[in-house]
């Protein structure tokens, strides 16, 4: 079957390094939802108003095999990287068909352009999205299912230090999102080297950044 | 984007008419989704075990249009069938991309086949899966949205007879879950018509019934 994307994502990280792992991580992360042609009719939002969160269904479209490849078995995050688990079992981007799933607070509405404001998205800027549907608490939410090895959210892991260098390049407000998001480590499960400056690209900036044990310093926003 | 299915799903209602207008609606309603190749491999369930409910995402394959054009708007049966909703504001199958998302509570894994038994699916037999990933009640399940139109989950609304002509074709289980599914009124909203014989299609029979009022009879099974 062809989908087409109905919108694109707008949102401060430029790729998929640094991401939250899952939706609604990091509550202040907000981002648009823009509605592209010919999907871009303010009647189709009529009556989402009525609603505070939605499903969105999307692209991991820098993770797509273009030989359509795939692996039974991915290492979670959440294992530490060492224990494999089949895919049908983990949210992992690398799967057949790359689609991913959101449930995200509606922050606005906004008729005009048509967009949508939304808070706490685990999509990278420009992550095209397929389908968007009402939240129903009656039929979507379940809290107490048994959730496997991931039953409760990460935590925040690290402590994050910022170096003078990198002071008053941001907000307020954004400061303290990239310090929750930087909290939660980034790095891949296998990667533990000290010496090692990592980039993240951040409101149309790089953020460098390392980590020694527990702790991380961002050295420098350029 | 290019997408293939992964599984189909085998249950007792033949066709979308009859079928419970989201997931979960009807417990006892058992299915099972059968992995097709080249993803019908045992490993790729590894892990789910762990989890008690999963999420499908789907194809409304009974309402494409194949000429790919869509309506900004649809009238919920929620609302009568009179008043028009947007359509990111509804869970309609009439939607760009026909994607379907339904939570299902899993009843066994056969590793061998391999598929997976559910309960209580809103999908018609032979239904394409696309994907299906672990529900994460941290990432998921949010009981206090505001849902719109849709609030609650829709009540039984119909008495349901079962005239002699119609008895001891299923067990009582299964008649059981028949019971439940008719109450729900499969009726499109805009039909009234006391004097109508309706036919739905379960477990590969014909159940034919009538609609006076707020009773339900159903006449015959053939």
Do not use: C
């Not at 939250?20 to 009719?41: M, T």
């Not at 189709?44 to 269904?57: C, D, Q, T, Y």
């Not at 983990?90 to 404001?117: E, H, M, V």
């Amino acid at each position: 079957m062809e989908i087409t994307p109905i919108a694109y994502y707008r949102g401060p990280l430029g790729s998929k390094f640094g991401l939250p792992r899952q939706a609604s991580l990091v509550p202040g992360l907000e981002g648009r939802i823009e509605f592209v042609p010919p999907y871009n009719v303010p009647d189709a939002l009529r009556g989402l108003e009525g609603f505070s969160r939605i499903w969105v269904i999307w692209g991991f479209s820098e993770s797509v095999r273009e030989d359509g490849s795939w692996s039974p078995t991915v290492r979670p995050p959440r294992l530490g990287g060492n224990a494999r688990m089949g895919v049908w079992a983990t949210r992992s981007p690398f799967r057949p068909n790359f689609l991913g799933l959101s449930a995200l607070s509606i922050t606005d509405l906004d008729f005009s352009k048509p967009s949508i404001g939304v808070e706490g998205a685990d999509l990278s800027d420009g992550s095209p999205i397929y389908d968007i549907k009402p939240y129903l608490p009656y039929a979507d939410a379940f809290p107490h299912e048994r959730g496997g090895f991931a039953q409760s959210a990460p935590g925040s892991v690290l402590e994050v230090y910022v170096s003078p260098a990198a002071e008053g390049v941001f907000s307020e407000d954004k400061m303290s999102v990239l310090r929750r998001l930087l909290s939660l480590d980034p790095r891949p499960s296998y990667q533990r080297d000290p010496s090692r400056v990592y980039g993240m690209l951040f409101e149309g900036r790089n953020v460098r950044f390392r980590i020694i044990d527990d702790k991380l310093e961002i050295i420098e926003i350029v």
